[in-house]
Every structure is written in structure tokens, then in C-alpha cells.
């Protein structure tokens, strides 16, 4: 089944109470976090917690995404391997490489094997958030045939980078476009980095505009405040499915005269508007908001 992602929604790995309502909140995707959210003296206590909410807590049909520590920080490897064991949808590997994502690809496959689970259902999500990491983006994606996404880490990209994270977030232009394109070449989705600034709902809406209009396919939250917001701006608008529905009507007029080509409104309509056209359809359907 194909899966809306437009919302990934964060939180702590050490928090019972947001663990147990990550199911009701509205997001497309949870992410339950063992990394930067938790503190190094909890990071054993969270990763039974996390491991026990997804075995016991129901997410109804929310996706299920635990976000393991670096392979090299001593406790990456033995997130994989017990969180592994209880099936989430995915795991989101931090800072990744290629050899991280090769190395959880290959935890995964063991684990599926010992506890009888389908081989290649549990997915991985690669973390782009370093220099290295983006500009390896291919080699990261085809490090493994779970890799079904990629999320854009803007605050560790930019410290790596050495430069300033800023609200307008003129400087991950370039990283925004380069995980769009590279996801887009893969088919698999692209989630952008979220926005920290709770209250600040013009710089929100501007940010998650500029997203999609880059090509990202998704955004990840932090608040369950953010989540709505997020779904009304990725979702097509009326205008975007009125002139899809039209462009479609037309392209099958045309095609009973044999024409590839035709005006709309003025304007020329060829297969990429078509195609275009189409998207915005099925992206209309997915959401729910035509039949
Ligand atoms: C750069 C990175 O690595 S980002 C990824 C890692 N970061 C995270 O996971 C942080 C996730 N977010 C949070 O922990 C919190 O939203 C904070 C700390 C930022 C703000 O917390 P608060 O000030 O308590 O937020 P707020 O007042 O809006 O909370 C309202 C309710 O929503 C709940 N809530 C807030 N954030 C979340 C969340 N991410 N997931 C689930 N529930 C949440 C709160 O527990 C609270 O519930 P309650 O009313 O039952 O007490
Ligand atoms: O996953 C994210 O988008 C948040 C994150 O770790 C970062 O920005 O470094
Ligand atoms: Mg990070």
C-alpha cells in the first residue's frame, strides 16, 4: 500500500506519556527518538521504553519509526538489534553513511530471519545531517532496498557545515533541492527538517511552502501543534485539483482528435503538465479529498 508521509512527528524516547498518545495525534509517521531528545544516562531506560511501547502501545495506522544513535556511539548497534526485534515500520539511522546503512540492513536481515518476520519489512530511513552524508545521497539510498525515505537533519547539516541556522533557512537551499531531486531520481520520499520555533506560525507556513515548492515531499514535526498545518499546505489546494481535473478533461478531448498538444486558458498543455496534472490528482486522492 502506498503510505501518505507528510507529516513525521518527534518525540522523545524517554517520555511515557507522548509515547502512549503518538498514535491519536494526526501525524502520517511518529518518530520515536533515542538519540538527540534523550540524554546519555537515559539512553539504555528510553530504548525499553520505546522497545515496550511498540509491542504493547496500538499507533492505530500510524507508521512507526524509531531513530537509533550513531552506529559509533556505543549504543546505535544494540538499538537496531532490540528495537529491530519488535517490528517497527522503519528505523531512521542518524548521521548516516553508507557502510550505517549496509550495517543496519544487515542487523535487520538477521533479525527477520531469527524472529520469523517477512524478509525486508523493516524499512530504513538514512538521516541526511552531514556534509558527507549529502553529498553521498545516491550511495546512501542505494545502500540498501529498505530505504523508503530520507529526512534532511538541518540543524546538525549546518553545524557541520559550520554555518548559521537562520528562520528563513536561505542556507539548506541547496541541501533542500539536492535530498528532493536525489529522492526523486529513487522514487522514495523526501522529508524536510523541522521548523523549532513553536510559535511562530508566519515563519512556519512560509517554511513548509518553501519546502514544497523545492520538491520535498513531507516535513517533520516536533509539536503535535504543527502537524495540521503541515497536511493543509502539502496537501493540492482547490485551485491546483480544479485545473488538474481540468487539464485532464481537455488532454482526453484532445486525444480523440489526436492531438498531443493543446491550449488551456492560453497556455500550452504538453505531457509534463499532464503528468503533472495526474500527480496532483493522485496525491488529491491519497488525501482524501476527492473520490
Ligand atoms: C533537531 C532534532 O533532533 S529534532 C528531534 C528531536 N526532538 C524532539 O523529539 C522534541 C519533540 N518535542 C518536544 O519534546 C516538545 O514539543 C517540546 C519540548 C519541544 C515542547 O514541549 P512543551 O512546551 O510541553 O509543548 P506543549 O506545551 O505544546 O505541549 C502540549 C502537549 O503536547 C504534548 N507534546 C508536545 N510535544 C509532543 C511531541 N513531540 N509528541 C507528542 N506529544 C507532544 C505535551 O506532552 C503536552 O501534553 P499534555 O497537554 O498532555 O501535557
Ligand atoms: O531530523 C531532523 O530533522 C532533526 C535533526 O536531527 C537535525 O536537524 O539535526
Ligand atoms: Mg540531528
Redesign the pocket.
Known amino acids: 500500500m502506498e503510505r501518505l508521509r507528510r507529516t513525521m ?4 524516547g524517554n ?1 511515557p ?2 509515547l502512549q ?2 498514535g491519536i ?1 494526526g501525524a502520517d509517521s511518529i518518530i520515536l ?1 533515542l ?3 534523550v540524554s546519555i544516562t537515559e539512553k539504555d531506560a528510553a530504548r525499553v521504553l520505546v522497545r515496550n511501547a511498540i509491542k504493547d502501545v496500538d499507533f492505530y495506522d500510524t507508521e512507526v519509526v524509531a531513530r537509533i544513535n550513531p552506529l559509533s556511539s556505543g549504543f546505535g548497534l544494540k538499538d537496531a538489534e532490540e528495537i529491530g526485534r519488535v517490528k517497527p515500520d522503519a528505523l531512521m539511522v542518524t548521521k548516516a553513511t553508507e557502510e550505517d546503512v549496509s550495517t543496519v540492513c544487515e542487523i535487520l536481515t538477521k533479525v527477520e530471519i531469527e524472529e520469523g518476520f517477512e524478509a525486508g519489512s523493516i524499512k530504513i530511513f538514512p538521516l541526511i545531517e552531514t556534509a558527507y552524508g549529502l553529498e553521498n545521497i545516491h550511495s546512501i539510498i542505494k545502500a540498501s532496498p529498505r530505504v523508503i525515505g530520507i529526512l534532511l ?1 538541518a ?1 546538525d547539516l549546518t553545524a557541520d557545515l559550520g554555518i548559521k541556522r537562520t528562520r528563513e533557512g536561505e542556507e539548506i537551499f541547496y541541501a533542500r533541492s539536492k535530498v528532493a531531486a536525489a529522492c526523486r531520481a529513487h522514487k522514495i520520499d523526501a522529508i524536510d527538517t ?1 521548523f523549532a520555533d ?1 510559535n511562530d506560525c508566519k515563519g512556519f507556513a512560509k517554511d513548509i511552502h518553501t519546502s514544497k515548492s523545492l520538491g520535498m515531499t513531507g516535513k517533520a514535526a ?4 504543527q502537524v495540521d498545518t503541515i497536511h493543509e499546505i502539502f496537501a493540492p489546494s482547490e485551485e491546483e485539483i480544479d485545473y488538474a481535473q481540468r487539464v485532464i478533461r481537455a488532454m482526453e478531448e484532445a486525444q480523440k482528435e489526436g492531438k498531443g498538444v493543446f491550449s488551456l486558458d492560453g497556455k500550452m498543455v504538453d505531457a509534463p503538465i499532464i503528468a503533472r496534472a495526474e500527480n496532483v490528482m493522485k496525491k488529491a486522492k491519497l488525501a482524501g479529498l476527492i473520490k
Open positions: 512527528l518527534f518525540m522523545p517520555n506519556s507522548m498518545s503518538a495525534l527518538d538519540e538527540d531528545a537533519g540543524e523541522p513553536m516536533i509539536n503535535p501543534r
